[in-house]
C-alpha cells in the first residue's frame, strides 16, 4: 500500500537535498572583529557620516582666575602662614631640614623621637612659608625651602645636640640651617654651637674667671709689701744674730 503511495505521489518521498550548507567557524569574537576587506573599507569610510561640532565656549577652557583676572587667595593658606609665623616667634630654636625620599613610617618614627625630647616636626609649602615670612625678620630663610623640606621647632636652643642625635640616624634629612635666639645660622654654625656648653656651664666659667682675675690682682698689690717686710724681717734677724755673737 505505501509503495503505491509512493508511486502515485513521488513529492511525498524523502529525498536529500543537493545543496548542503555547513559552518566551520569558530565564535565570532564581538570586541575585536575581523578587519573588513579593503574594499568594503573604503566603501564604509566613504558612507561614514559626519556631524558639525557643537560650538565651544571660549569661558570654558579659562580657569576662574583668568576670567576674573584677580588671583584668589585661599583664607585656609592665611590661616596656616599665621600659624607658621607664630611658631617662629614662639621657637627659641627652628631647624630646616631638607628631605630626600623617605616612606611614612620613617617621618612617624622621627616625630615620635624628637616629641619626646619636646620638639615638634612640621612641614609646609614653600608658598605657605613666603607668606608668613615675607616683610618679616625671618625673610632671610627663604632660600632654604626650594624643595622637599621640614622644619624642626624648640623652646629650647641647647636642644640641638639631641636634634642632631637623632636625625644623625635618619640620613634622608640633610640639616640646611636654622634659627637659633632670632639669628639665622648656617649649617655648620649649628654643629658649632651644639659643642658649646649650656649656658649655667658659661657662667660659672665666666665667675671662675673673674675670680681668678680679682685674686690676681690682689695678689700683685700686696706682692711689694710682702717682699718688703720678708727683707726687714730678715735683716732684723740679721742684727739680732750680730749683737748676741758681739756679746
Known amino acids: 500500500m505505501s509503495n503505491l503511495i509512493q508511486q502515485s ?8 537535498p543537493l545543496l548542503q550548507f555547513l559552518r566551520y567557524r569558530g565564535k565570532i569574537n564581538i570586541q575585536r572583529p575581523k578587519e573588513p576587506h579593503y574594499e568594503r573599507a573604503r566603501v564604509i569610510a566613504v558612507t561614514q557620516p559626519k556631524y558639525p561640532e557643537p560650538p565651544k565656549a571660549i569661558t570654558c577652557f579659562q580657569s576662574r582666575a583668568q576670567r576674573t583676572g584677580t588671583q584668589l587667595e585661599n ?3 592665611a590661616i596656616v602662614a599665621r ?18 625620599s623617605i616612606n611614612a ?11 619626646k625630647q619636646n620638639m615638634h616636626l612640621k612641614s609646609y609649602g614653600r608658598k605657605i612659608i613666603g607668606q608668613a615670612v615675607t616683610g618679616t625678620a625671618y625673610e632671610a630663610i627663604l632660600p632654604l625651602f626650594h624643595s622637599n623640606h621640614c622644619i624642626v621647632f624648640s623652646p629650647n636652643p641647647q636642644q640641638i645636640g639631641a636634634l642632631l642625635r ?15 635666639e632670632s639669628k639665622l645660622l648656617s649649617r655648620n654654625d649649628l654643629m658649632d ?30 706682692a711689694h709689701q710682702c ?11 740679721g742684727e739680732s744674730s750680730s749683737t748676741e755673737e758681739a756679746t
Not at 505521489?9 to 536529500?16: F, N, V, Y
Not at 613610617?105 to 622621627?110: A, C, G, L, S
Not at 651644639?194 to 649655667?200: E, I, T, V
Open 9 to 16: 505521489l513521488p513529492l511525498t518521498s524523502a529525498r536529500s
Open 75 to 77: 583664607p585656609y593658606n
Open 83 to 100: 600659624e607658621v609665623l607664630n611658631w617662629l616667634n614662639h621657637s627659641r630654636l627652628a631647624a630646616v631640614f631638607h628631605l630626600n
Open 105 to 115: 613610617d620613617e617621618i612617624f618614627r622621627v616625630r615620635v623621637q624628637l616629641h
Open 166 to 180: 637623632i636625625t644623625r640616624k635618619v640620613p634622608q634629612m640633610v640639616l640646611l640651617g636654622g634659627i637659633v
Open 193 to 222: 654651637f651644639a659643642k658649646m656648653p649650656s649656658l649655667q656651664v658659661a657662667q660659672a666659667q665666666l665667675v671662675q674667671t673673674l675670680n681668678q682675675a680679682a685674686g690676681t690682682v690682689v695678689q700683685q698689690l700686696q
Open 227 to 237: 717682699n718688703l717686710v720678708k727683707v726687714l724681717d730678715v735683716h732684723a734677724k
